[in-house]
């Protein structure tokens, strides 16, 4: 089993929603939903984030007159949770908590209404490019489910929410347990600029009870959908995972949700981070898989 090396705060904390999963067989049995969760806070991670920089919005304002700023120390949160030990840690508890929009990382929900519900019948249905061009070069083309999700093509997405329909969407949500399950705003955008929330630990909720096919869907969706979320394979790990960018938020919000899956353990993560220009878009990433290095999680 892979150690945890840092050195943590023990906090006592009930932030995951009430679940009920199925053990995995070389995971213990979960503890009861009604246990508080034990969670380990350490600040040592932040100097992960502080060693990067982002540019700052007012930067890509300036027109007439461009005005040198200085760029901004990225500033965020990663939460890993260990499988096997049925542990959480986190660099800080009270964003961990905090509720952000989703962004593209609700593209994983989304395809589970769409498998569940027939909008879309199979990864391999073609959904065919509505002639529109657009400034992403990859989402002017046909898609399937596989590729939606891998570009994160936005246009195919807003249309399984518009075939979908609020009062279908509004009631799977909330079977979902997923954030404040409020879809309020644009039936088609609510995931960019509505009412819904989810914090880090929610999604890390989310996607243990989607890893042990437990949420309220078929198998056989939530298969389709980890298949289309895998990210990184290769001898030593396995990455399924989801990238969000919350451009309408203030300040924009990048996401990296996911797990990893090795031998003998999974190590979900989350993280947000604030991201003011799309050219710190990489730092989700690259400050996750710092993380996961750091804890010998990945080589």
Known sequence: MRSF?????LVMSSLLAPSIFAAPTFAPTFASTAAKTEWQE?????????????????????????????????????????????????????RANQGFLPAST?????????????????????????????????????????????????????????????ARMSKMIASFDYGNEDISGNLDSFWLDGGIRISATEQIDFLRRLYHNKIHASERSQRIVKQAMLTEANSDY????????????????????????????????????????????PLRQAITKEVLKLEQVIP
């Open 106 to 166: 609700f593209k994983i929900p989304n395809s589970l209404i769409a498998l569940e519900l027939g909008v879309v019948k199979d990864e391999h249905q073609v959904f065919k490019w509505d002639g529109k061009s657009r400034d992403i070069a990859t989402w002017n083309r046909d898609h399937n489910l596989i590729t939606g999700m891998k570009y994160s093509v936005v246009p195919v997405y807003q249309e399984f929410a518009r075939q979908i329909g609020e």
């Open 238 to 281: 396995i990455i399924r995972a989801k990238t969000g960018y919350a451009v309408r938020a203030d300040p924009s919000i990048g996401w990296w949700v996911g797990w990893v899956e090795l031998d003998d353990n999974v190590w979900f993560f989350a993280m947000n981070m604030d991201i003011p220009d799309a050219a710190g878009l």
């Open 5 to 9: 090396a840092i050195s943590t705060v």
């Open 42 to 94: 350490t600040r040592s991670w932040d100097a992960i984030f502080t060693q990067h920089q982002v540019e700052p919005q007012q930067a890509k304002q300036q027109q007439a007159k461009p005005q040198k700023t200085k760029p901004q120390q990225a500033s965020g949160v990663v939460v890993l949770w260990n499988e096997n030990k049925q542990q959480g840690y986190t660099n800080n508890l009270k």
